[in-house]
C-alpha cells in the first residue's frame, strides 16, 4: 500500500477519531447541579400560589402551563394570562401566557417570562467609593420562553409536553434548555392522578465561558378532589403535589441544606411526604373563590393564602400572598382575560360532556343514561300489532313527582363539583 493510498485511507477514520475525542472532552466537561434553569420552577400564577404552588394538580391556571401541561386537553376558549410579582431588594417577576384551543380535547399554550432585577449598584474592582448615589449599575435577568401542548388520548387519560428555553444576563450570557412530559389520569370523577417527567430531556445550561451544567431528570406526583357543598352554595376542592422521587433535596426553607438533606420515597416515605405542598380551595357558585395552603409541609411558617373572583365570565383576578420563614412575604397578582368570552356567549354544551364553569374544564363521557332513555325498556315497550293507548294514565296532582327528570340538568365538574343549568 502506497503512502498516498494510505493517507486516503485513514483520512475518514481520523476525523471519526476526532469526533469522538471532542464528544468525550465535552461530556467531561459537564458539570452536574442542582437546579439548573431553576427559574422554570419559579411559581408565576396567583391562584396555584396560593393553594402552596402545587400547581400540578391546579386546573384551569394557564399561568401554570410549565408544570401543567396537561390541563391544555380541557380548554375550550383562547386566554391571555398575565402576572407580576414583586420580591425582596427590588426583584421582579413578570410572566404572560396564551393558551389557544386546537379542537376538540388538545390545546396550545405559549408563555414568555423575565425574571431579574434592574438598576444593581456596583463599583469595579480598584475603583474608588464614589460620593452619593453616583453609581455604576447593572441589570442581572432570565428571559424564558415555552411552547407546551395537551391532548386527550382517552376518555380517562390526558398527556402533555413541554419545551422551556432560558436566556441568562449575569456576569456572563448563558442559555438554558428543558423539555418535560406529563399526563393525568382520572380515578373517579371528581378524583385526579397526575405525574410529571421534569427534564426528560435533561435540564442543561450552557454558559459564556464554555462551561456545561446539567440536571438529571426529576419525577412528581400531584392529586386533586373536589367535593359539592351544596348547603355553602359552593365546592371545596383539596391539591396536593409531592416532592420528588428520584433524588434527594433539601427540605428545610432556612437555606440549612448541609444538615438537611430529604430522603426518597423508598429511604423515608414520611420524611418524602414531609417535603410536598398542597391546599385548600372553596369556590362559590357566584364566582368568588378563597384559597389556602402550605408550601412546604416541613413548617407552618410557608403558608399561603388568596382569594380569586371571576367578573362577567370572560375575566379572572387572583390574589396570593406567600409567607417564608427566612425571606420576606411575597404578595402575587395575575389577571386571565379571554378575548371570545368577551364578544361572543358560551358555545353550547353536549350532552356528553361534563363542564366546570370555573376552570372551564371539559370531559369526555359515555353517556349511558341518554341510551337508556333512548331505546325502550322490553318489558314495558308494546308488543307488536298492538295499538297504543290513546287515553295513557296521568299522574295525579300533588303526586310525588322527584323521580321525574326537571328542567335542571346536573354535571359533575372534575374539580369543581357539581353544579346545574335550567
Not at 53 to 72: C, E, H
Not at 162 to 173: A, I, S, V
Not at 295 to 317: D, M, P
Request: proline share 6%.
Amino acid at each position: 500500500m502506497t503512502l498516498k493510498s494510505f493517507a486516503a485511507f485513514s483520512r475518514p477514520r481520523l476525523w471519526c477519531a476526532i469526533l469522538l475525542f471532542g464528544m468525550g472532552v465535552q461530556v467531561f466537561a459537564m458539570d452536574r447541579v442542582s437546579g439548573a434553569n431553576a427559574t422554570l420552577d419559579t411559581e408565576p400564577g396567583a391562584r396555584s400560589a396560593a393553594l402552596g404552588s402545587a400547581t400540578m394538580a391546579v386546573d384551569g391556571d394557564y399561568l401554570g402551563l410549565v408544570s401543567n401541561p396537561y390541563q391544555l386537553s380541557n380548554i375550550r376558549y383562547g386566554w391571555a394570562s398575565f402576572s407580576h410579582t414583586a420580591y425582596f431588594e427590588d426583584t421582579q417577576y413578570d410572566f404572560a401566557s396564551a393558551a389557544l384551543p386546537l379542537g376538540e380535547g388538545q390545546g396550545l399554550g405559549i408563555s414568555f417570562a423575565r425574571f431579574g432585577a434592574d438598576d444593581i449598584p456596583y463599583i469595579r474592582e480598584g475603583e474608588p467609593i464614589p460620593e452619593g448615589s453616583d453609581y455604576n449599575t447593572l441589570s442581572y435577568a432570565d428571559w424564558m420562553f415555552s411552547v407546551t401542548f395537551g391532548r386527550r388520548i382517552l376518555p380517562r387519560l390526558d398527556i402533555g409536553v413541554g419545551f422551556h428555553g432560558l436566556y441568562r444576563e449575569m456576569d456572563q450570557t448563558g442559555w438554558g434548555f428543558r423539555g418535560d412530559a406529563g399526563l393525568r389520569y382520572r380515578v373517579l370523577d371528581q378524583f385526579y392522578l397526575s405525574g410529571l417527567l421534569k427534564g426528560w430531556t435533561s435540564s442543561a445550561t450552557t454558559w459564556e465561558s464554555g462551561e456545561v451544567e446539567y440536571s438529571s431528570p426529576e419525577f412528581y406526583l400531584a392529586a386533586s378532589y373536589s367535593l359539592p357543598v351544596s348547603y355553602l352554595y359552593g365546592t371545596l376542592g383539596l391539591y396536593w403535589q409531592s416532592a420528588g422521587l428520584f433524588h434527594h433535596e433539601a427540605r428545610s426553607l432556612d437555606f440549612d441544606t448541609d444538615e438537611d438533606s430529604g430522603g426518597r420515597l423508598w429511604d423515608d416515605p414520611v420524611d418524602w411526604l414531609s417535603g410536598g405542598r398542597g391546599g385548600v380551595e372553596f369556590t362559590f357558585d357566584f364566582g368568588l373563590s378563597l384559597r389556602a395552603g402550605l408550601s412546604s409541609f416541613t413548617t407552618f411558617q410557608s403558608v399561603t393564602a388568596g382569594a380569586g373572583l371571576v367578573i362577567a365570565k370572560f375575566l379572572r383576578v387572583n390574589y396570593a400572598f406567600e409567607s417564608h420563614p427566612v425571606l420576606s412575604p411575597v404578595h402575587r397578582v395575575s389577571v386571565s382575560i379571554s378575548p371570545y368570552l368577551f364578544s361572543h356567549p358560551e358555545k353550547p354544551t353536549p350532552v356528553e360532556h361534563r363542564v366546570d364553569p370555573v376552570r372551564e374544564t371539559v370531559e369526555q363521557d359515555v353517556s349511558v343514561e341518554a341510551e337508556e332513555k333512548s331505546s325502550p325498556d322490553p318489558e314495558t315497550a308494546a308488543p307488536e300489532g298492538t295499538v297504543p293507548d290513546e287515553n295513557p294514565v296521568q299522574p295525579e296532582e300533588g303526586a310525588d313527582e322527584s323521580k321525574e327528570s326537571s328542567d335542571e340538568v346536573l354535571y359533575n365538574a372534575p374539580a369543581g363539583g357539581v353544579y346545574w343549568e335550567e
